[in-house]
């Protein structure tokens, strides 16, 4: 007879029924990859709300993404059906501050309706403030300065907490009292930044007891997922509302803290166990996810990082594909080898949902784009923009089409003040007056008005030195490779350096999309074909098709499953990124590698890795060496091909002239001599890649016998 057991608890392993069950007091569960974390407490949040335990209203739980809290409202909704409706507290920590902080607002100093900052409105106070206090804005800029209070934010410091101690330095000292005077101008305009959604929401409940007290009372359960990635904040913040009941159950697991860049701290998991004595520790071994060689290898590959909690992984799944890695001969290869693979599976019957490809950084979408827009594969972008819809690129469009048609007022409107010359809506207005006046496009009207006394000053100086520009950029169209004139022309008109000048973990990012811009248009013949391409791209936008294979980043894919993943791109300095070996330190390499620890364990029947030996970035060619990360694979779960003739002796022949290139670093030690990607003459490109059918062993240098790996996965 079928047992009575509600629908939530049916198929769950012991230990995550204990996850469910253990409702009262102190819970953590601390487990690998698809060891079902997320199914164990979503079944929690549905047990609480089935047996009476609490209405969904007095249930916090956090995600990590908006769609992850809509997925687990979907997912409660099926296991529950009507009881719920909808939960007011599942979201993300910024989401749930938010809402907090509305209520109580006038406690910090706010009012309700306050609005939230956006970086460009951030940065502009933060300037206004550092000249205002006779700081030379230059040196001491405000991008480094956000940067700062941000993360001090994140470690949960208000002005007044910022010791004298304090290791991050602005303007010799000056960073708190600057910090201050920031969140005085913040509440004297009614406007918050995202970081002050938690830190208020902190104050609040560290300095109002009552407050602290009605929340502590409300929330008779706090579920938390993704734990691994929560900040000092963040976690002082769960902390007090849950010191009352300490009903808190966190998931998560140590291997996948991908998130350090922003303020995450994996010790928080350390911490609970002390904040909260006598938490119940549970571990899930079994994984559901992935064959046994996804396992395996993502297991190999994670042993290379020190410091870890260790964990055991297993999974009854008995068959399955070794994981592929794919040598090509460059990037556009790649794409083209990646098309044809998701063609065959679809010709198999497999549906492109469940198709994946994942980057490192955002840049490695284009040629993807591309190709599946030749092809015709319809593809979404996921946590991210498709290429040509990204602001940065937009702008450079804009910049293009003002030269290529003069009349296109969009464009011209769009960049006439980015980056920002002085031109403001004022000046704007008078243009567009003009234009309609006399029937001319702005650019001409921009041309015009310079004869007149309409603009006065700065205004007019800047204004004039656009006119300048542009006329001079579509002079130099006919003598210059349309290309080049795009890269010139970012850096005339002020837009790269303005970038550059942009420290933000997102501004390297963009330089390399304006680089993979230039490297694009390269295809074309002339600019107005380029531009014609790029439209019908745009357009393709229109399709709502429903089966799409995904493009994501490896961060944003954190949480999910496909059956079938691609992994392009994994070369040192694209993964690991330039920018971790740059560091050099341990800590951002064996945070890359957390990364591709979550990258391998996304997939659940099969992974393709792809590295390419040519490469080109910042429109440069450059010859690469396979990741570092495909050569720590155990090379029992992996199976290694390549469509070059003599591929596999010219990347020995590359490493053996520098030496043993994976010595140090898979010892932690550091960078290894200069084998670091090294330029490689311009004319690669006009040499066809070979495709042969020769299956070589591309990885030789995975075969290094490793002592030093003390928690293996038990695989069976
Ligand atoms: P990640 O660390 O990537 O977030 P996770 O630990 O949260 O992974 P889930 O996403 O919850 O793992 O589960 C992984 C897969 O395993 C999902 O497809 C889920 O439906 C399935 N799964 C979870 N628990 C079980 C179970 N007891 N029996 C069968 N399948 C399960
Ligand atoms: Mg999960």
Known sequence: LPSAEPAYLQGLNEPQRQAVLTTEGPVLVLAGAGTGKTAALTARLAHLVATRRAWPSEILAVTFTNKAAREMKERIGRLLGDMVEGMPWLGTFHAIAAKMLRRHAELVGLESNFTILDTDDQLRLLKQLIIAAGIDEKRWTARQLAGIIDRW????????????????????????????????????????????LLLHTLTILKTHRDVLALYQQRFKYVLVDEYQDTNSSQYLWLRLIAQERKNICCVGDDDQSIYSWRGAEVANILRFEKDFPGAAVIRLEQNYRSTPHILAAASGLIANNGGRLGKTLWTDVAEGEKIRIVGVWDGPEEARRIGDEIEAIQRRGGRLEDVAILVRAQFQTRELEDRFIAIGLPYRIVGGFRFYERAEIRDA???????????????????????????????????????RAQGIPLTLAAARILDTDELTGAARRSLGNLVGDIARWRDRLSALPHAELARQMLDESGYTAMLQADRSAESAGRLENLAELARAMEEYETLPAFLEHVSLVMD????????????????????????????????????????????????????????????????????????????????QWTSSIPSRFVGELPPANIESETTMSGGESLWRAQWSEQGDPFGDIARGTGRGPGWQ????????????????????????????????????????
């Open 153 to 196: 934010k994140n470690r949960g410091l208000p002005p007044a907490d910022i010791d004298a101690g304090e290791s991050e330095t602005f303007a010799d000292g000056r960073g708190q009292e600057l910090y201050r005077a920031y969140q005085d101008r913040l509440r004297a305009v009614n406007a918050c930044d995202f970081g002050d």
């Open 397 to 435: 469009l804009a910049y293009l089409r003002v030269i290529a048609q003069p009349a296109d007022d969009l464009a011209f409107e769009r960049i006439v003040n980015v980056p920002k010359r002085g031109l403001g809506d004022k000046a704007v207005a008078k243009l567009h007056m003009l234009a």
């Open 540 to 619: 393709n936008d229109a399709d709502r098709e429903s089966s799409k294979v995904t493009i994501m980043t490896i961060h944003a894919a954190k949480g999910l499953e496909f059956d079938t993943v691609f992994l392009a791109g994994w070369e040192e300095g694209v993964f690991p990124s330039q920018r971790a070996l740059d560091e050099g330190g341990t800590a951002s390499l064996e945070e890359e590698r957390r990364l591709a620890y979550v990258a391998i364990t996304r997939a659940r029947r099969q992974c393709i890795i792809f590295h390419a030996a040519n490469r080109r970035i910042y429109g």
């Open 677 to 716: 990607r090294a330029a490689v003459a311009g004319n690669m490109r006009s040499q066809p890649g070979r495709v042969v059918e020769s299956r070589a062993s591309a990885v030789s240098f995975a075969a290094k016998p490793r002592s030093d790996v003390s928690i293996g996965a038990r695989v069976f």
